[in-house]
C-alpha cells in the first residue's frame, strides 16, 4: 500500500516557474514506478511524465518536453516535478500516481495523490 501527498501548486504568471512535490508513505515506494498526470477542466487525466524505480527510465510528454523535469528521491520518498516556462495550457489539477511499472496510462497506476491546483495566468 502506498499513500501520495501532492504539494506546491499554486498561481503563477506565464513564464514563471513551479516545484511540485510528492510525499509517499510505505517502505515500497522505491519499488515503485511514479508518474505525474494531470487533467484540465473537461479533458480526460493525461501523463505529463514518469520515472522509473531506480530512475533509469524517464519519460517526459512532448509538451512539456525541455520545460518539465520529473525526479525522485527515494531516500526521502519523494517524486518531483520542476516546472519551467509555464503556459496557460498548462492550466489542470496535477496528481502523482505510483505503480508496479512504468506506463502512459493513468488506469496502471492503483495509487494516486489527491492532487494540486496550478494556474497559470496569461
Known amino acids: 500500500q502506498v499513500q501520495l501527498v501532492e504539494s506546491g501548486g499554486g498561481l503563477v504568471q506565464a513564464g514563471g516557474s513551479l516545484r511540485l512535490s510528492c510525499a509517499a508513505s510505505g517502505r515500497t515506494f522505491s519499488r515503485h514506478a511514479m508518474g505525474w498526470f494531470r487533467q484540465a477542466p473537461g479533458k480526460e487525466r493525461e501523463i505529463v511524465a514518469y520515472i522509473s524505480y531506480i530512475g533509469g527510465r524517464i519519460y517526459h510528454a512532448n509538451s512539456v518536453k525541455g520545460r518539465f523535469i520529473i525526479s525522485r528521491d527515494n531516500a526521502k520518498n519523494t517524486v518531483y516535478l520542476q516546472m519551467n516556462d509555464l503556459k496557460p495550457e498548462d492550466t489542470a489539477v496535477y496528481y502523482c500516481?505510483?505503480?508496479?511499472?512504468?506506463?502512459?496510462?493513468?488506469?496502471?497506476?492503483?495509487?494516486w495523490g489527491q492532487g494540486t491546483q496550478v494556474t497559470v495566468s496569461s
Open positions: 500516481g505510483a505503480a508496479i511499472a512504468t506506463s502512459l496510462d493513468p488506469g496502471d497506476y492503483p495509487y
